[in-house]
């Protein structure tokens, strides 16, 4: 496929001449791009919640869970930072189907041997593959999508990679339950590398017009890391949610679990599309903080692990949070950098998404074991509510501008 030419230049000078006429928001080059969001959000999904169990199981001791999603994410935040230079040397698409790969081959062998070190190693693969297919996906993302309906046009993205998590998530526990940890595996790693027939129809990486953003750069502006400071703190809450809530509800009621892993990532994907039709219309500076509170209102309601309603309810809550403010928060990033920084936005949002989970995952599980779960998600739910500062200090200074 050729390189298709900048949407955003002549869409911009039609809407000029036809205020009325409204870009499309989904063009045919971004519906071939659901194909390897879906690969990558399912493989990665799939095993998000399993591999924990599967840690535990095997004998890597009381904080296994927290060090094998720790793993995980230790290694995509680093390679998230390195994966803008390599987008820019290699292009969009080998950096992508280079993600594909490492993300689902370690998967295929995940239980193929036994231990600690080798799941972690696993992890650490897995990681750097997953890095390179959000900041490659998410850069090559953004140039297909035109600014006037970069909200709602994200919020679809989101809801494409939202499904493969609504359905991967409690699946892939379901499945280990019933049919064990290695064809979860083998399922998580095929995903991915299916996926790898679509790279080559993507438009590869475009000469882009503005000076570009370096990722050091982007995290010296205050206009671009405080939005990832408060996506990072819900994130936080994420990372535990998705590794411990199997952990801290009681066994006897182990498929409220499921329902709560289903209903978490399913109301963040509808916040999410909200998020982004709002935001189009009104600017998407004023969700951020209701975005931050409702998570943190979902999380200590959560905290009650021996009431259903109240861990579905909680999970819920926090999904509506958490959706609003993906949205908002990445929005706002791509709004204030040119065409040639949508890589570094992609790669420090990510950061600050994966960073947020890894910490939350090993700070839980450090946490949980001097107090008990029930506490742990309180404090959770209060450490949230520090990143109400940056919040409310960006807030005066987007106004009515901040969506375009």
């Not at 001791?61 to 230790?74: C, I």
């Not at 064990?180 to 129809?201: D, E, F, N, R």
Request: hydrophobic share 55%; with cysteine.
């Amino acid at each position: 496929m050729t390189t298709p030419k900048n949407p955003h230049t002549p869409a911009s000078a039609a809407s000029t001449n036809a205020p009325d006429a409204r870009p499309p928001l989904v063009t045919q080059p971004l519906m071939l791009r659901f194909v390897s969001i879906i690969g990558a959000s399912g493989s990665f999904y799939l095993l998000l919640s399993v591999v924990p169990l599967y840690a535990t199981t095997a004998g890597g001791g009381g904080n296994a869970a927290g060090l094998a999603t720790g793993a995980l994410m230790l290694a995509t935040v680093c390679g998230e930072l390195a994966a803008p230079r390599l987008v820019a040397r290699y292009g969009y698409r080998l950096a992508l189907a280079a993600g594909l790969i490492l993300l689902g081959a370690p998967a295929l062998a995940l239980t193929a041997f036994q231990g600690m070190a080798w799941i972690v190693v696993v992890c650490l693969v897995r990681g750097v593959g997953f890095a390179l297919t959000v900041v490659a996906g998410g850069g090559l993302t953004a140039s297909l999508i035109h600014p006037a309906r970069r909200g709602e046009a994200l919020a679809v993205v989101g809801v494409v990679s939202g499904v493969p998590s609504l359905l991967a998530l409690p699946l892939g526990v379901w499945l280990a339950g019933h049919a064990g940890y290695g064809p979860v595996s083998v399922a998580a790693g095929v995903v991915a590398l299916a996926a790898i027939a679509a790279v080559p129809g993507l438009p590869d990486r475009e000469l882009t017009s503005g000076r570009s953003v370096g990722v050091v750069a982007g995290f010296r502006t205050g206009a671009l890391t405080r939005p990832a400071v408060v996506f990072a703190t819900t994130a936080l809450a994420a990372g535990i949610i998705v590794t411990f809530l199997p952990l801290a509800v009681p066994s006897a009621r182990g498929g409220i679990v499921a329902v709560a892993l289903f209903v978490q990532p399913a109301a963040s994907t509808i916040a999410r599309w909200v998020a982004g039709r709002h935001g189009d219309r009104h600017g998407p500076a004023r969700l951020v903080l209701p975005g931050l509170l409702t998570s943190a209102a979902g999380m200590l309601m959560t905290s009650f692990t021996d009431n259903a309603v109240a861990v579905v309810v909680g999970t819920a809550l926090f999904g509506i949070g958490f959706g609003i403010t993906q949205n908002s928060t990445l929005t706002l990033m791509y709004a204030r950098v040119p065409t040639a920084g949508y890589d570094t936005v992609s790669a420090m949002w990510n950061f600050a998404y994966d960073a947020g989970m890894g910490i939350g995952a090993l700070g839980f599980g450090a946490l949980a074991g001097r107090t008990d779960y029930p506490l742990a998600f309180v404090l959770t739910a209060a450490l949230m509510l520090t990143a109400v500062a940056p919040a409310w200090r960006d807030r005066p200074a987007l106004g009515a501008n901040s969506a375009s």
